[in-house]
Nanobody
Framework: QVQLVESGGGLVQAGGSLRLSCAASGRIFSINTMGWYRQAPGKQRELVAAFDSGGSTNYADSVKGRFTISRDNAKNTVYLHMNSLQPEDTAVYYC???????????????WGQGTQVTVSS
């Protein structure tokens, strides 16, 4: 099993910044993809930013230039640096990773429990 533990959410005023962290642990052989999604009330979950299997980054158009994803491979941790936050960024942010498991070498997707980000106007 693999656990994704998120931290760093909270309440911030418009124009402010937050940093989210997601640490993966468990029977991990390798992490293939890792990133962040968000879901606002009444809306579908959407990609915010992620590393693909080649190490390239993908961003939603709505966050380009404001959010930056980074990672620490030694710690199996990915970060989301969010600047110039706006009320429309309010959502539950979920960490996602595709992991190759030890021993079996099978690939599975995992989700974190989510962390709330609320931006007040």
């Amino acid at each position: 099993q693999v656990q994704l533990v998120e931290s760093g959410g909270g309440l911030v005023q418009a124009g402010g910044s937050l940093r989210l962290s997601c640490a993966a642990s468990g029977r991990i052989f390798s992490i293939n993809t890792m990133g962040w999604y968000r879901q606002a009330p009444g809306k579908q979950r959407e990609l915010v930013a992620a590393f693909d299997s080649g190490g390239s980054t993908n961003y939603a158009d709505s966050v380009k230039g404001r959010f930056t994803i980074s990672r620490d491979n030694a710690k199996n941790t990915v970060y989301l640096h969010m600047n110039s936050l706006q009320p429309e960024d309010t959502a539950v942010y979920y960490c996602n990773a595709e992991v190759t498991m030890l021993i079996s070498l099978r690939k599975y997707p995992y989700w974190g429990q989510g962390t709330q980000v609320t931006v007040s106007s």
